[in-house]
């Protein structure tokens, strides 16, 4: 049994959605799986596995942070996780984004301390699978909703005291700002996993704007909603 995530084999399905959030994880089980059990609790790291029509979903509580997902990934992959989408919120620091749009990020740099120690790279520029990305797409496109396609930077700061740190990110082409893509990424490359990233856009760094729980809430079920669409086709 791993150390934090107190399962065992046959526990975590193939596909496991990732959101940092534990209670975002036990809402997004509630209202898109059947058949919900949790696996795990264990310093709230809340781990569920249901069905979505015929196919085993697992949706996993990652916390705050690149160290904080490394450590979740790391013991998944020996419960037998194969497909890791990161379900989450993001920063905008470029134009044409809004409260509550929905982000599919192509690529993350990992602009943090763990994807450096893992990567051996000074600023890892990490990809989304190709594939995952297509069919993520393509589920947008059947269902007629507008997703952006982009950049990320994944920080260590949520509170960063250097104004200038979004306009270096967004310089190298990253559009928005989180904290756990990058390590996703970095992971599922390590381990020969597909990983892929859809968020929603909680804030607009620029003038400080927030969405309000109502916004955010509705972009992260769209959000869902599309990788569980695209987990059919």
């Known amino acids: 049994m791993p150390i934090h995530l107190r399962a065992k084999a046959g526990d975590v399905a193939e596909l496991v959605l990732l959101p940092g959030d534990p209670d975002r994880a036990r809402a997004i089980a509630e209202a898109h799986l059947s058949d919900v059990r949790c696996y795990n609790d264990y310093r709230q790291l809340l781990g569920f596995t249901g069905r979505a029509g015929d196919r085993r979903v697992s949706v996993q509580t990652t916390g705050m942070g690149a160290p904080s997902a490394a450590i979740v990934i790391e013991e998944l992959v020996g419960l037998g996780a194969g497909t890791l989408v990161r379900i989450g919120t993001c920063g905008a620091i470029a134009p044409g984004l809004a409260l509550g749009d929905s982000l599919l990020v192509e690529r993350a740099w990992g602009d943090n301390g763990a994807t450096r120690e893992l990567t051996g790279e000074p600023l890892p520029e990490l ?107």
Do not use: W
């Open 127 to 233: 990809q989304a699978d190709p594939g995952l990305l297509e069919a993520l797409s393509s589920a947008a496109a059947a269902q007629d909703l507008a997703v952006r396609r982009g950049s990320v930077a994944s920080l260590d700061l949520f509170y960063d005291p250097d104004p200038a740190h979004a306009d270096r990110m967004r310089a190298r082409g990253a559009v928005a700002l989180e904290m756990e893509a990058s390590m996703v990424f970095a992971q599922a490359r390590r381990h020969r996993l597909k990983a892929a990233c859809l968020l929603t856009v909680s804030d607009l760094v620029a003038s400080h704007t927030r969405a309000t729980p109502a916004v955010i809430q509705a972009g992260v079920d769209r959000n869902v909603g599309l990788v569980l669409a695209a987990a059919s086709l």
